[in-house]
């Protein structure tokens, strides 16, 4: 089981200790050969970022329709942000109605709601649908594509570039066409999985638009024929060979695999079945904690109540490998000092689980209940007995 566990103050962890639980986990993959016909493949895990299994994971490649998981990324931000709303209506422009390869055959001028437009990215990779919310969301697919490749950039995907919001051949004499790795691919459908809304577009199988007149069919066949898969994106092009950037979850576990380039659409979908099965297959499932589990009772300073209670405010699973379990440190860090008032939901510090310098998985603490600030008669009193407590004992 976890070690025992030991208290830290945030404002007091050595910048030694700072560096081994903060760091972006490095590439590790496992002495594991799974003789993959596609070029390309890299097998994580959501919750720590471990790789797991590596092929040619930091070769540069077209993405295809892979493009769109940062196309969806931006557009989760959005909501999140309040600067979009899933009910707002998007009229389309001239340029979405007459975008080519997978669409939903849009109409210049045609309303659409923003979360249908999101279901038909999501499911079936609808190109028109993509410059449409990019229109939208920042007037132009150029100032788009900006935000795509600065959020590319502040995710660290040196090996990233966009120049379309759909991932299509742009076929002109520039010669630019989007590029990534499998391993950037990786990073960025973990981040995705930062907005887990967006799995109830990505795992579903059938849907309509157009009050039924326009059948949706998920060209992820593996939200339909594996166990727990629920995302994340296909993509296929001559140039980009056939790809796909799959995740599931069972037992509370959850991991992606990415495949890029393959020969054919049944083995991108096998090699993806293949990279979860051995992850879920090598791995157990570990409760660090669970949502709500009372962790401590914290003391506040200038509140109606001395102290606060911290509980965990998600609940926390780690995948270990079988075999590992006493490796394992959880650690709990929290705030130095907590003042009133403190509101419900409010952070108070954090758990961390670490394998020797690598850290498996977090998840914040906050506080139970409200706690109200004092008046300043009541603080005064409050100083005054601890005064008098501590003279009395000596202490």
């Not at 945030?10 to 594991?32: D, K, P």
């Not at 989007?178 to 973990?190: E, F, H, L, P, S």
């Not at 906050?366 to 407590?389: M, Q, Y």
Request: aromatic content about 8%.
């Amino acid at each position: 089981m976890v070690k025992s566990i030991k208290k830290y103050k945030l404002l007091v962890i050595s910048s030694l200790l700072i560096t081994l639980l903060f760091c972006s986990v490095t590439i590790r993959a496992q002495e594991v050969d799974f003789e993959l016909e596609s070029k390309s493949a890299v097998l994580m895990g959501v919750e720590s970022g471990r790789v797991i299994y590596q092929k040619n994971s930091a070769e540069k490649l077209p993405p295809a329709s892979i493009t769109k998981i940062m196309t969806m990324l931006l557009v989760m931000e959005a909501l999140d942000e309040g600067r979009a709303n899933l009910d707002d209506t998007i009229m389309v422009s001239e340029d979405a109605a007459n975008m080519g390869g997978s669409q939903i055959w849009l109409e210049e001028g045609e309303k659409m709601k923003l979360e249908n437009l999101l279901k038909a990215v999501a499911i079936v990779s609808a190109n028109d649908a993509c410059l449409a919310l990019a229109e939208y969301l920042y007037g132009t697919e150029e100032g788009f594509l900006e935000k795509m490749n600065q959020k590319a950039k502040s995710l660290g995907l040196e090996n990233t570039k966009f120049y379309n919001t759909n991932g299509l051949p742009i076929n002109d004499q520039t010669g630019k066409e989007n590029y990534t790795t499998a391993y950037d691919v990786a990073i960025m459908t973990r981040e995705l999985l930062k907005h887990p809304q967006i799995l109830e577009y990505t795992s579903v199988w059938t849907d309509h638009l157009r009050d039924g007149e326009s059948f949706l069919r998920n060209t992820n066949e593996l939200v339909r024929f594996y166990d727990g898969a629920d995302g994340m994106k296909t993509g296929y092009t001559n140039q980009a060979g056939f790809c796909l950037a799959a995740t599931a979850k069972r037992n509370g576990m959850r991991f992606i695999s990415v495949i890029m380039k393959a020969p054919n659409s049944k083995t991108r979908f096998n090699e993806s079945k293949q990279l979860l099965s051995y992850a879920f297959n090598v791995h157990k499932s570990l409760t660090i904690t669970k949502a709500g589990e009372v962790i401590d009772e914290l003391e506040v300073f200038k509140g109606k109540k001395d102290t606060v209670t911290a509980i965990s405010k998600n609940e926390l699973i780690i995948p270990v490998l079988k075999g590992e379990e006493e490796q394992l440190t959880k650690r709990i860090l929290l705030d130095q000092e907590l003042v009133a008032p403190i509101k419900s939901g409010a952070k108070l510090g954090k758990i961390i689980v670490v394998k020797n310098e690598e850290k498996l998985g977090e998840v914040n603490l906050v506080a139970k209940e409200d706690i109200e600030k004092d008046s300043i008669f009541g603080i005064i009193l409050k100083i005054f007995s601890s005064f008098i407590t501590k003279f009395v004992t000596g202490g």
